[in-house]
């Protein structure tokens, strides 16, 4: 039973590229947990979704950020146009139908930096 | 503003020591705290408290949450380098979804 899988590991992109980050929830969960973590910070709650419903996206910035999670495939994060400052690594976690943010397994993690 | 602070912020300590991380909380409708190991991967669960005073043992670490004075401490006696880690404390609310997160005490084992 995979855990929950992100990818890539490490993704490096030009100021003004875009980043997409994916999630692969464990199997059997549906509930997925969006966090970024900057450098000598703790996670910072991003987004919450849900199949095909963003739930919760009160940590997401107002621009260039977005999310998804489709009835079938992973749960993407889009960064659009990216700047120096979304240096930092993007961590998934999941739960399932019945669970909530306790009961949330999380992943390894996408370290994006951008040059 | 709901907030988790961690301290000490890092910690050095030679292989066989006891070490207490500390984590105070301010959070409107509470309802658990959480601890993690992070080792430059996914933060790991280790221990989730709901009710003061109750502690929580795994191994050589233990838990325990204070309510009234709105803290927790996790203990780790007898510490070994594959402790070295930075251990991450959550805290959830009532309603919310999002997990609210310290920044972290980073934990060097030294043999």
């Known amino acids: 039973n995979a855990g929950v899988m992100q990818n890539p590991r490490h993704l490096v992109r030009r100021r003004g590229q875009e980043a997409r980050l994916r999630c692969s929830p464990m199997?059997?969960?549906?509930?997925v947990y969006w966090y970024r973590q900057l450098p000598e910070e703790g996670l910072k709650f991003m987004v919450y979704?849900?199949?095909?419903?963003?739930?919760?996206e009160s940590g997401m910035p107002k621009e260039r950020f977005s999310a998804e999670f489709p009835k079938e495939g992973p749960s993407i994060l889009r960064i659009q146009q990216v700047v120096r400052g979304d240096s930092a690594a993007y961590f998934c976690?999941?739960?399932?139908?019945?669970?909530?943010?306790?009961?949330?397994?999380f992943g390894q993690g996408t370290r994006l930096t951008v040059v | 503003e709901d907030k988790v602070v961690q301290s000490p912020l890092s910690l050095v300590v030679h292989e066989g020591d006891t070490v207490t991380l500390n984590c105070s909380y301010e959070?409107?409708?509470?309802?658990?705290l959480l601890w993690y190991k992070q080792e430059k991967k996914a933060p790991t669960f280790l221990f989730m408290l709901?009710?003061?005073?109750i502690e929580k043992k795994s191994g050589r670490l233990s838990s325990i949450l204070d309510k009234k004075e709105l803290f927790s401490i996790l203990n780790i006696t007898a510490t070994q380098t594959g402790d070295s880690a930075v251990y991450l404390c959550?805290?959830?609310?009532?309603?919310?979804?999002?997990?609210?997160f310290g920044k972290g005490t980073t934990l060097s084992v030294s043999s």
């Open positions: 976690a999941s739960s399932p139908p019945w669970g909530t943010n306790t009961e949330a397994f």
């Open positions: 199997k059997g969960h549906s509930h």
């Open positions: 979704l849900q199949k095909e419903n963003i739930i919760d």
């Open positions: 959070v409107t409708n509470f309802r658990s």
């Open positions: 709901t009710s003061s005073g």
């Open positions: 959550a805290v959830s609310h009532q309603a919310g979804t999002a997990l609210i």
